[in-house]
């Protein structure tokens, strides 16, 4: 597969208008400040949490099964809103934005989940293109942006195909390009590998790698220990609504885990 490189300028637009503060460009893509989420007093999902990204990372989200994973990549995209503390998004604080802007914060990230979540009667093409058509543009710069976007993640030429013929790991490859046809700043992927077996869900992961080379923040939430392995990328594991940080994966994990832990009893 070639990788075709994309413009890694990013304006985020989160006003109709287009409204561009020129300042963002120089701040952390993402940054979450004493965040609380709690759906039950007595066992909040995160708790505190600090973390900050920078552009150009790719970062990994662990923990175990219902630890927050999901919950920590909702409320970036607001899909939930925080109970406490703020998270800022190219040093915008999200929970402030309007009812009106929530949707042009979205066309800056893209979301790719592990049920795929596609259409399986549409074809590959308008599956894609769907997420350029909501934002009316003109059909011959859908049809550019989605072909470039296909190529980037293997299934060039596939676009008249029904998805619901296509495998699970071309699924999924379709539910990339569509998370990406937008050129997002940061692409957040929620356990995108769940449903596939090891070998495909290695030959994702790679397909994630190549996007992030050519310069969007990644975010990868997985509970896969071999993918963890096999990529050694900063990690952040959520264990009792903390979060707590191994800046070189897996190989430092234990050590950090441990200081974590007796810092705790203090």
Avoid at 116 to 143: C, D, H, K, T
Wanted: hydrophobic residues 45%; aromatic residues 6%; glycine residues 10%.
């Amino acid at each position: 597969m070639g990788r075709s490189r994309v413009s890694t300028t990013f304006k985020p637009h989160f006003r109709p208008e287009g409204h561009f503060d020129r300042a963002a460009a120089h701040k952390p893509i993402l940054v979450l400040e004493g965040v609380m989420k709690v759906y039950r007093a007595d066992a909040p999902v995160l708790r505190n949490v600090d973390l900050t990204v920078e552009r150009g990372e790719f970062v990994f989200v662990t923990g175990s099964s219902g630890a927050g994973k999901s919950t920590l990549l909702k409320l970036i995209y607001r899909a939930e809103t925080v109970d406490e503390g703020r998270i800022l998004f190219c040093g915008r604080d999200i929970a402030r934005l309007t009812d009106e802007s929530v949707p042009h914060l979205r066309r800056n990230i893209g979301v790719v989940y592990q049920d795929f979540r596609l259409v399986p009667y549409w074809s590959v093409f308008q599956n894609v293109a769907v997420a350029l058509e909501v934002m009316g543009l003109p059909a011959r710069v859908i049809r550019s942006r989605v072909a470039l976007s296909l190529e980037r993640v293997g299934l060039d030429g596939r676009g008249e195909d029904l998805v619901g013929v296509l495998s699970g790991g071309e699924q999924q490859r379709v539910a990339v390009a569509r998370a990406i046809v937008n050129e997002p700043a940061i692409v957040l992927a929620d356990e995108p590998t769940g449903n596939l077996d090891p070998v495909l869900a290695l030959d994702i992961l790679g397909l994630f790698e190549e996007i992030h080379e050519a310069g969007t923040t990644v975010l990868f939430a997985t509970h896969d220990r071999t993918l963890l392995e096999t990529s050694p990328h900063r990690l952040i594991v959520i264990d009792d609504g903390r979060c707590i940080e191994a800046r070189e994966g897996l190989q430092d994990l234990g050590g950090v885990m441990d200081a974590s832990a007796a810092a705790s009893m203090h």
